[in-house]
């Protein structure tokens, strides 16, 4: 898959686009070309390599023996550089000892399906072609696209879908057809992470561990591969969802992705909740303040949730974070208002209860949305008081008091230690099974002067939650599983119930680091990258939780986005959870807690942004930080 939203090509090794599956080039969700087929001398080239060079570039290599008697060896090399915006190059280049005349064939076609018909099955059959300009032409009652040749072919045949050329190669020669695949009147994809401002910095990371290196190379070219511009404000970027699936807007996984995405810069996140700040539903009523979101499945044990509420919690939280890391105070202040309405709906939502409830009835209380509220209050609160804005007393206030009961009400006892239940019923009834959405647990934020905030677990229960997460029932040697392997309903390909979700992983890496138990935190860690190094450091959203072996590799989702805005983004948090880079921009200091026990040995992130500055920082071999770059005045903390 090459990426340059909102343009996309989906290929096989193979090279040729045979129309068949989801293969095709494809602008905002519509295939504008399905079939793709290059011949040369009558004959498909042999594939010999295919590898992305690019997070929105293909390079696929082909040879031919044209010459007879001419041995084993090929004489003709059929280069083909496929790029995400629309173009396509294909450069012969001949090996022979004598001058080649090769006539040159590409069939083309396509069914102007969209995404979804194509998932579906039902994409309908290829439209009939017209000769347009120097190529092929295709129209239905949902848009027109076209393929131009350039230079253009010596014959174009509209029956068969065909242009042909006849070159010709001197001894050791090349030449080159470009294709241009658009929609009618549109020009090629102008990426917005490939624009000279673009807003994600090109963080780079060096040390002890090549896969560290590849995986921050390929997350920030995947990060810009993915943003978008809101249509409305193009000044506002925000991250799609993830590729092929939802390449448009997902309030709660733009949110998430945005804060794991901070080290790399807060214009992502500030675009992020502009956009969403638009969405905000106006009151009167139950729902006024929330961003609005699709409900998401939950897995075989619970019903679907709600990523409405999701995304509200993470509003506020995510602008209280960016603040920290250098968003603009003017910024900040122009968003408050809608971050105060978040804070508002969760306040009235609770009303004189403890818990929050999913708005549906008879909803349960879900572990991790106890958790995103506490983290919205506690950071809300912070972020109020800083702004000298009133509420934040009420915040604290009931934030400890969902302390309190939490720790009562969402602990099943066992023998073993207990665990944290995933919900609790409106009658109490508790949901007891190991799903790894207790991860969230472990994600307090990020308060002032390097500090976490409190979380919903005390010190004990938290060293029983590392425990479980490190077992070999959760640890797959890949990622973390969804659920435990011993309970019932577990299946590895199991969307939320078995599979390595990669945000998941990430989220328990930071958080088991953060409260002290490196050993869980490492080996999780260490199995997300090597599963990375297996998918060519292009992190899916998940894959397969089947249990790791000598030799082997993870299992791909066949449902799985990838690149996906989360999974991408947790590379971030991956390695800068190695550093423990903590900033109080407002205050001028940074706070590093590296992970002491290095597990990749050395490494250094160079190019990222604290405070809108450039930031470099190094952790040695013995676990020790060092800042290399930093803006002017900004303090290390301790």
Same mark, same amino acid.
């Given at each position: 898959?090459?990426?340059?939203?909102?343009?996309?090509?989906?290929?096989?090794?193979?090279?040729?686009?045979?129309?068949?599956?989801?293969?095709?080039?494809?602008?905002?969700?519509?295939?504008?070309?399905?079939?793709?087929?290059?011949?040369?001398?009558?004959?498909?080239?042999?594939?010999?390599?295919?590898?992305?060079?690019?997070?929105?570039?293909?390079?696929?290599?082909?040879?031919?023996?044209?010459?007879?008697?001419?041995?084993?060896?090929?004489?003709?090399?059929?280069?083909?550089?496929?790029?995400?915006?629309?173009?396509?190059?294909?450069?012969?280049?001949?090996?022979?000892?004598?001058?080649?005349?090769?006539?040159?064939?590409?069939?083309?076609? +396509?069914?102007?399906? $969209?995404?979804?018909?194509?998932?579906?099955?039902?994409?309908?059959?290829?439209?009939?072609?017209?000769?347009?300009?120097?190529?092929?032409?295709?129209?239905?009652?949902?848009?027109?696209?076209?393929? +131009?040749?350039?230079?253009?072919?010596?014959?174009?045949?509209?029956?068969?879908?065909?242009?042909?050329?006849?070159?010709?190669?001197?001894?050791?020669?090349?030449?080159?057809?470009?294709?241009?695949?658009?929609?009618?009147?549109?020009?090629?994809?102008?990426?917005?992470?490939?624009?000279? +401002?673009?807003?994600?910095?090109?963080?780079?990371?060096?040390?002890?561990?090549?896969?560290?290196?590849?995986?921050?190379?390929?997350?920030?070219?995947?990060?810009?591969?993915?943003?978008?511009?809101?249509?409305?404000?193009?000044?506002?970027?925000?991250?799609?969802?993830?590729?092929?699936?939802?390449?448009?807007?997902?309030?709660?996984?733009?949110?998430?992705?945005?804060?794991?995405?901070?080290?790399?810069?807060?214009?992502?996140?500030?675009?992020?909740?502009?956009?969403?700040?638009?969405?905000?539903?106006?009151?009167?009523?139950?729902?006024?303040?929330?961003?609005?979101?699709?409900?998401?499945?939950?897995?075989?044990?619970?019903?679907?949730?709600?990523?409405?509420?999701?995304?509200?919690?993470?509003?506020?939280?995510?602008?209280?974070?960016?603040?920290?890391?250098?968003?603009?105070?003017?910024?900040?202040?122009?968003?408050?208002?809608?971050?105060?309405?978040?804070?508002?709906?969760?306040?009235?939502?609770?009303?004189?209860?403890?818990?929050?409830?999913?708005?549906? +009835?008879?909803?349960?209380?879900?572990?991790?949305?106890?958790?995103?509220?506490?983290?919205?209050?506690?950071?809300?609160?912070?972020?109020?008081?800083?702004?000298?804005?009133?509420?934040?007393?009420?915040?604290?206030?009931?934030?400890?008091?969902?302390?309190?009961?939490?720790?009562?009400?969402?602990?099943?006892?066992?023998?073993?230690?207990?665990?944290?239940?995933?919900?609790?019923?409106?009658?109490?009834?508790?949901?007891?099974?190991?799903?790894?959405?207790?991860?969230?647990?472990?994600?307090?934020?990020?308060?002032?002067?390097?500090?976490?905030?409190?979380?919903?677990? $005390?010190?004990?229960?938290?060293?029983?939650?590392?425990?479980?997460?490190?077992?070999?029932?959760?640890?797959?040697?890949?990622?973390?599983?969804?659920?435990?392997?011993?309970?019932?309903?577990?299946?590895?390909?199991?969307?939320?119930?078995?599979?390595?979700?990669?945000?998941?992983?990430?989220?328990?890496?930071?958080?088991?680091?953060?409260?002290?138990?490196?050993?869980?935190?490492?080996?999780?860690?260490?199995?997300?990258?090597?599963?990375?190094?297996?998918?060519?450091?292009?992190?899916?959203?998940?894959?397969?939780?089947?249990?790791?072996? $000598?030799?082997?590799?993870?299992?791909?989702?066949?449902?799985?986005?990838?690149?996906?805005?989360?999974?991408?983004?947790?590379?971030?948090?991956?390695?800068?959870?190695?550093?423990?880079?903590?900033?109080?921009?407002?205050?001028?200091?940074?706070?590093?807690?590296?992970?002491?026990?290095?597990?990749?040995?050395?490494?250094?992130?160079?190019?990222?942004?604290?405070?809108?500055?450039?930031?470099?920082?190094?952790?040695?071999?013995?676990?020790?930080?060092?800042?290399?770059?930093?803006?002017?005045?900004?303090?290390?903390?301790?």
């Amino acid at each position: 898959m090459c990426v340059a939203l909102p343009g996309l090509v989906i290929s096989t090794e193979q090279a040729q686009l045979t129309g068949q599956g989801l293969e095709g080039y494809y602008r905002a969700g519509r295939r504008i070309l399905s079939r793709c087929q290059v011949r040369v001398a009558g004959r498909e080239p042999l594939a010999v390599q295919a590898r992305m060079t690019a997070a929105d570039q293909s390079r696929f290599v082909g040879t031919l023996c044209v010459s007879p008697g001419a041995g084993p060896d090929p004489d003709v090399v059929v280069e083909r550089i496929r790029h995400a915006d629309g173009t396509e190059r294909i450069t012969l280049h001949s090996t022979a000892q004598r001058p080649l005349r090769l006539p040159v064939e590409v069939a083309l076609g +396509t069914d102007l399906a $969209d995404l979804g018909a194509i998932a579906s099955g039902t994409p309908g059959p290829e439209l009939p072609a017209s000769v347009h300009d120097s190529g092929l032409r295709w129209s239905c009652a949902s848009g027109t696209s076209s393929v +131009t040749a350039d230079p253009p072919p010596a014959d174009a045949l509209a029956s068969a879908g065909l242009l042909r050329w006849d070159i010709e190669l001197p001894p050791g020669g090349s030449t080159t057809l470009e294709l241009r695949i658009r929609p009618d009147g549109a020009g090629p994809v102008r990426a917005v992470g490939r624009a000279a +401002t673009s807003p994600l910095a090109a963080a780079r990371a060096t040390g002890d561990h090549p896969g560290a290196q590849a995986l921050l190379r390929t997350t920030v070219e995947d990060l810009q591969a993915l943003l978008l511009r809101d249509p409305a404000h193009p000044s506002d970027m925000y991250l799609a969802a993830g590729v092929p699936w939802r390449c448009g807007l997902a309030p709660a996984e733009a949110l998430a992705a945005a804060r794991m995405a901070l080290p790399l810069g807060t214009r992502i996140a500030a675009g992020t909740l502009r956009a969403l700040a638009r969405t905000q539903l106006p009151g009167p009523g139950v729902r006024s303040g929330m961003i609005p979101g699709p409900l998401r499945d939950a897995g075989p044990r619970l019903p679907p949730a709600c990523s409405a509420t999701e995304a509200t919690l993470l509003f506020p939280a995510l602008l209280a974070e960016a603040r920290r890391w250098g968003l603009p105070a003017q910024e900040v202040e122009e968003l408050l208002s809608a971050a105060e309405r978040c804070l508002t709906w969760l306040r009235t939502t609770v009303g004189d209860g403890i818990y929050l409830y999913d708005p549906q +009835t008879g909803a349960p209380a879900r572990c991790e949305t106890q958790a995103h509220a506490h983290r919205a209050a506690v950071l809300g609160a912070d972020l109020l008081d800083a702004c000298g804005r009133p509420g934040g007393d009420g915040l604290r206030q009931w934030a400890r008091a969902l302390r309190h009961a939490f720790r009562q009400d969402f602990w099943v006892e066992h023998p073993d230690g207990g665990r944290p239940a995933v919900a609790r019923a409106p009658d109490g009834r508790l949901v007891a099974h190991l799903g790894a959405s207790v991860v969230h647990l472990l994600d307090t934020g990020l308060l002032g002067g390097g500090e976490l905030a409190p979380g919903l677990l $005390d010190k004990v229960r938290t060293e029983q939650l590392a425990r479980l997460l490190g077992a070999p029932a959760m640890d797959s040697g890949w990622g973390l599983r969804g659920l435990g392997v011993k309970e019932a309903g577990y299946s590895p390909f199991g969307h939320r119930g078995g599979a390595v979700r990669v945000q998941e992983t990430a989220i328990a890496v930071a958080g088991l680091t953060a409260a002290g138990y490196e050993k869980e935190a490492t080996s999780l860690l260490r199995g997300v990258l090597a599963a990375a190094d297996a998918f060519g450091h292009r992190l899916p959203e998940m894959y397969a939780g089947e249990q790791r072996t $000598d030799g082997g590799a993870p299992v791909p989702h066949p449902a799985a986005c990838r690149p996906a805005a989360t999974a991408t983004a947790a590379g971030v948090l991956l390695l800068t959870t190695l550093v423990g880079i903590r900033p109080d921009a407002p205050a001028g200091t940074v706070t590093l807690r590296p992970v002491r026990s290095a597990p990749l040995g050395e490494i250094g992130l160079t190019g990222l942004r604290v405070a809108g500055a450039p930031f470099s920082v190094r952790v040695s071999r013995l676990g020790l930080a060092m800042v290399e770059e930093a803006a002017a005045g900004l303090q290390l903390g301790v």
